[in-house]
């Protein structure tokens, strides 16, 4: 997002609206012989003056990232054609794929052992027979995945949350030291920038091309945070519901949805996770995605002088946006 600043002599900025004009003071230096400094002069700002200028379009790229960004998918997209059209053995997509698979072709190792589990053989000599007795008793969903892959996830969550939190309170205090209220906070918009939400004073370069590609990174490090955690949320989805309909074929006796039915079997038209609960995820990770781009972005700001000449100087950072914040906390909790 390029901003391009309009300066002259006394610059005027939305930020001063709610200040009285009368209480506006300008503190100019006096000086003396040799061009010393001996007093200081306060005089009083009446009004300001401001004049409209023509806005100036521009579509700014960076090669080499472009490039990078495109080798990428070139990558991917050969990954893909490469395990559709080379790779031709029977996967296990689905949960029916794996019943299918271990009923025509036992292991001899388990024969006659269907209750065992994993943690049966802990210790145990691989093909001694284990004898078991069914006993019925009600298993929670969160049982379908470890306690690591729970707490890896919270741990994700929370770690998100309270970054997002801890930028929003220092936007919040940042706006009131500018001077604005609760009220004009929302006007500050979504994904705008604005000369009151621009960064400054980091330790991250401003001007030239280091500051834009480490503007770059740090805006866009969000979006891989998020994609972490939509992975772990889906595979833990996964497991669930892998457990679900794992269980349910005990509950009554149905065909097995698998990748290519034969017989009576029926074919499945998801991989794990229903569209009843997939698509409203996949919904939710665009909305998720999209909220946190307009809530931490790239800005350029370009100077010109009052001759509409430009000066020659470009900074980059990164701008916020507090009620795109708010929004992400609110979908992001609802996610929870």
């Known amino acids: 997002m390029n901003i391009e600043h309009q300066t002259d002599f006394l610059g005027c900025s939305s930020v001063w609206?709610?200040?009285?004009?009368?209480?506006?003071?300008y503190l100019l230096g006096a000086f003396g012989a040799n061009n010393t400094t001996y007093s200081n002069a306060q005089l009083k700002v009446n009004y300001c003056l401001s004049q409209p200028v023509v806005p100036k379009c521009q579509l700014?790229?960076?090669?080499?990232?472009?490039?990078?960004?495109?080798?990428?998918n070139i990558v991917k997209?050969?990954?893909?054609?490469?395990?559709?059209?080379r790779i031709h053995d029977n996967p296990l997509v689905t949960i029916g794929d794996?019943?299918?698979?271990?009923?025509?072709d036992p292991d001899i190792h388990t024969r006659d052992m269907c209750l065992a589990s994993g943690d049966i053989f802990d210790g145990r000599e691989i093909g001694k027979t284990v004898c078991l007795e069914y006993q019925s008793r009600r298993i929670r969903w969160f049982r379908a995945a470890s306690k690591r892959h729970w707490m890896t996830t919270l741990l994700f969550f929370?770690?998100?949350?309270?970054?997002?939190?801890g930028l929003l309170i220092y936007g919040i205090i940042t706006q009131l030291g500018l001077g604005i209220g609760f009220s004009a906070f929302w006007q500050l918009g979504v994904g705008t920038a604005h000369a009151q939400t621009i960064i400054s004073g980091w330790k991250i370069p401003t001007d030239g091309y280091s500051a834009l590609v480490a503007s770059v990174l740090v805006s866009n490090s969000p979006q891989l945070i998020l994609s972490i955690i939509y992975l772990l949320f889906n595979s833990l989805c996964t497991k669930v519901f892998l457990a679900r309909e794992w269980f349910s074929y005990s509950r009554a006796r149905?065909?097995?949805r698998v990748s290519i039915p034969e017989g009576a079997q029926r074919s499945t038209y998801f991989l794990q996770i229903p569209y009843r609960f997939g698509l409203p995820l996949m919904a939710y990770s665009t909305i998720l995605h999209w909220l946190v781009s307009q809530s931490i972005f790239l800005v350029q700001v370009t100077y010109y002088d009052e001759s509409d000449s430009d000066y020659n100087l470009t900074i980059s950072s990164?701008?916020?946006?507090?009620?795109?914040?708010i929004l992400?906390?609110?979908?992001?909790?609802?996610?929870?």
């Open 17 to 25: 609206r709610d200040i009285d004009p009368s209480k506006w003071m």
């Open 60 to 72: 700014n790229f960076n090669a080499p990232l472009l490039m990078l960004v495109i080798m990428f």
């Open 77 to 85: 997209v050969t990954c893909m054609a490469f395990a559709a059209t």
């Open 98 to 104: 794996a019943i299918a698979s271990f009923t025509s």
């Open 158 to 165: 929370a770690v998100a949350i309270s970054a997002i939190l």
């Open 254 to 256: 149905k065909p097995l």
């Open 318 to 325: 990164c701008g916020y946006s507090p009620p795109g914040m």
């Open 328 to 336: 992400t906390l609110i979908v992001g909790g609802t996610l929870i």
